[in-house]
């Protein structure tokens, strides 16, 4: 009989210490969903890096305009814009954080005073947005 509660004792203490399957799939479940809220925010901080490189670009872009207008009152037109800027007030013509196909857009206006520089964003909470294109201009 004591041999009997000796193991009914054992058997006790070996339960306690394990996990059920219930606290191991709650366990599961919660980081299944911690991992996927993590991977969504990783993908938004990514596509919010490279539209702030872009504004930083189109901001380089049109500083350098304003150089050429101060020297010769007026902005460069829509084929030129690149070898009048390049090398002089633009090391290289910037090229988007995707690189070949992410390009910026260039068109100077008809009265020869105005322009607009383009880019296209993947985050649409940009301001200065026409759709999912971000515009510099100096309307």
């Given amino acids: ?16 210490k394990a996990f059920t399957l219930i606290e191991l799939l709650v366990v599961i479940t919660i980081i299944i969903v911690i991992s996927a809220v993590a991977m969504v925010s990783y993908a938004g901080a990514g596509k919010k890096a490279r539209d702030s ?5 189109l901001e380089k872009v049109r500083l350098a305009l304003e150089m050429v207008r101060q020297v010769g009152n007026t902005y460069p037109t829509t084929a030129s814009v690149q070898t009048v800027l390049v090398p002089t007030y633009l090391q290289a013509w910037p090229t988007g954080p995707k690189g070949v196909g ?7 206006g008809a009265t020869n005073y105005t322009y607009t520089i383009d880019a296209v964003m993947e985050d649409l909470g940009s301001t200065n947005m026409a759709g999912n294109i971000y515009r510099v201009t100096n309307l």
Avoid: C, H, V, W
């Fill in 1 to 16: 009989m004591n041999q009997l509660k000796i193991t009914n004792y054992e058997l006790r203490i070996k339960k306690e």
């Fill in 53 to 57: 490189r872009r504004i930083a670009d």
């Fill in 102 to 108: 992410d390009t910026y857009g260039y068109t100077r």
